[in-house]
């Protein structure tokens, strides 16, 4: 059974930082591609960040590029999201999705998600 399990958020002031986590279990993450989404209130769920299995590709939205980072450690099995430089239009619940590239590209895993929020 395929777990991913997100931890980091919470309530930090605009201008603040957040490190996100997410643990996955049940998959052999290092042919997972990871991503982080987010859905605000009324909204769609969006893209955040992407890297590939091998970690040599990340993709961001254009209003996440320069303040947030992906990576990973596959000695963990675990995906991270820093985030800086956080605005009050950054809170959303902020969600993991792995997608294995080698068994089965065609089915995605999510996690529960976790909120975080932007204000002073």
């Known amino acids: 059974q395929v777990q991913l399990v997100e931890s980091g958020g919470g309530l930090v002031q605009p201008g603040g930082s957040l490190r996100l986590s997410c643990a996955a279990s049940?998959?052999?993450?290092?042919?997972?591609?990871m991503s982080w989404y987010r859905q605000a209130p009324g909204k769609e769920r969006e893209l955040v960040a992407s890297?590939?299995?091998?970690?040599?590709?990340?993709n961001y939205a254009d209003s996440m590029k320069g303040r947030f980072t992906i990576s990973r450690d596959n000695a963990r099995n675990t995906v991270y999201l820093q985030m800086n430089s956080l605005k009050p239009e950054d809170t959303a619940v902020y969600y993991c999705?792995?997608?294995?590239?080698?068994?089965?590209?065609?089915?995605?895993?999510w996690g529960q998600g976790t909120q975080v929020t932007v204000s002073s």
């Open positions: 890297m590939s299995s091998t970690g040599r590709r990340t």
């Open positions: 999705n792995a997608v294995d590239e080698v068994a089965d590209p065609t089915r995605d895993y």
């Open positions: 049940g998959v052999t993450f290092s042919r997972c591609a």
